[in-house]
Every structure is written in C-alpha cells, then in structure tokens.
C-alpha cells in the first residue's frame, strides 16, 4: 500500500497481492475466495454423494451375496420343504426350516406383547406424572441401559432368570420362548420407552387443554386424547424394538435352549433363525447344501429387518403430514 502525496488529491493505491490474493486484476476473475469456495463445496458434495453411493452398494452387495448363496438351497431342496417342513437333520439331508421360522415369529409376538404396554406405561409415566426430578434422574438411565451389550443380558437371564422361572414353576427346565421373551423385553424397553415418551412429550398441550375443558378426567386425557395423539411416535419405537429383538442373537442363544424343535410351550427349548445360524454356522463345509440353508436364514432376517426400516419410514412421513 503506497501514498502518493505528488497529486493534487493523494490517493492510497492498493497492491492486489497484499490482500492475500483475494483480487486478481487483468484474469477477468474478481475473487479467488469465491471460486475456492465453490471448488470446496463441490467437492464436499461429491464426497457425501460417493459415500451415500458406497452404503448403498455395501447394502445390496450383502443382500446380493446372501440370496445368492441361499437361493442355492433350492436345487437340493425344494421351496415346500424348506419353508414348512419341521424336520431339521442336515445329518440326514433334511432341511426344513419351519421351526425356526414359526419360533423367530412366536418369540417377536410374544415379546411384543409384554414389552409394548410396559413400555407405554413408563412412557406415560415419564411425560404426564412424574415430576421433574424424576424425569431428569430416570431418562438418562433408559438411554444407558440402551448401551449394554446384549450378553450381559444374556448372562443375567441364565444364571439368574432361569433358576428363578424353575422355583416359580416347580418344572425342571427353564430356558424357552418364554424366557427369551422376559430377556428381550428387558433390551427392547428402554428403546421403545424412550421413543414413546418423547412422542408424548411433543404433544400439543391445546389438546390436554380442551380436553379438560370437555370435563374428561386425567386418565381419559392421557389415554383418549394424548396418546393417540401420538400414536405415530409410538409406532416408531415398538417397531424399531421388534427389529432389534428379531435380531437379537447372543442373549436369545444363551436362555431358549437351542433344541431344533417346535415352540409349543412357553417353557419348551426351542431354536429361532438367530440362533441356528450361530450354533452351527461354524462347523458346516462352505459348499453344502446345510450352508446354503443357514445363508438362505440369513437373508429372511435381513429381508425382515428391511421390511420393518422401510415401514418405520412411511410411519415418518406419515407423522410429518399429520
């Protein structure tokens, strides 16, 4: 920057490279800043495009492995056989895999319907009746029970739930369905709780409002008016619970027993799709018909899991447009 005082006006002149390079005089370009900051958003599209792409192509590379390697079930054994045959003796070339099928089934439903209305009551607990010092003490302890890992749950519910459901029932085994139900129910309730609650916790208050200027009571309120109101959100948690329980390996496998047969008592060991495949994909020769099989298992729970995040996404937009 020089002044020349030989003018009549003294005019300060600017060297274009003292200012770092932000003006670029005889190039036509005014602002190297400007065009630096569109090569550095493009390429940070760029990268969040390739990254989006790459998921993608690690998703479809897993279902396409798993239905390849599963679909070849089928030249040894036919679609009848492996979907609704009960008898599972790869020793004997026989692979049905009804009973596995019919037991993920009974032990989602089962744990559905213990762990929804708990889970519904803690909600309503946390959002409508409890005071504020309890809601900030009992929330974070939800979120945290989230972050346990599934074997301790499994290890609890073997040396301590199963004894204990052998006491109450006098019987002499008591790993089952049921047991692997009270396991889940224990996992999936902090998620679906906590996601109840805050769907809660977002409704309008106008609502409670007129409907106490209505004459309703606090009970009606809550259970006519609120939770309806947010039984979207609701939605959201049961399903994303069940989808953790369907996939639920190391505690199922640790209290149902893992016996290859039908789950018709609650205190019955049974054998679901998880389970299966992690006690005996490691002992099975890659090119068997029994590997196909268990691969085959592999890509119904995925397909499940898919089914389920794809209805959690029409619940979303669902709830936006409401």
Known sequence: MQLDTSAPNPVISTNSSELGGSIKTGSGKLFDRKNRLLFYNRAFKIACIASAAFVCLI????????????VLTFRDVSPMTFFFSSDWSPENESYGAFIFIFGTFALTILTLLISVPLSIVIA????EVAPGWMRNFLRPILDLLVGIPSVVYGFLGLTILIPLLRDITGTNMGDGILAAAIVLTIMVLPTISRISDDAISVVPKKYRDASYALGATRFQTIFKVTIPAARSGIMYGVILGMARAIGETMAV???I???????????????????????????VPF???WNNALYMMGFLLLVISLLMIVLVRL?????AHQ
Request: net charge positive; hydrophobic share 50%; no cysteine.
């Open 59 to 70: 998703l479809f590379s897993i279902l396409f492995f798993m239905f390849r390697t599963g």
């Open 257 to 283: 027993g893992n016996t290859p047969q039908l789950a018709d008592a609650l205190f019955k060991p049974t054998s679901v799709l998880t389970s299966n495949i992690v006690m005996q994909i490691a002992n």
């Open 253 to 255: 496998v640790m209290v």
């Open 287 to 289: 090119d068997s018909t």
């Open 315 to 319: 619940l979303q937009r669902k709830g």
């Open 124 to 127: 309503v607990f946390l959002a």
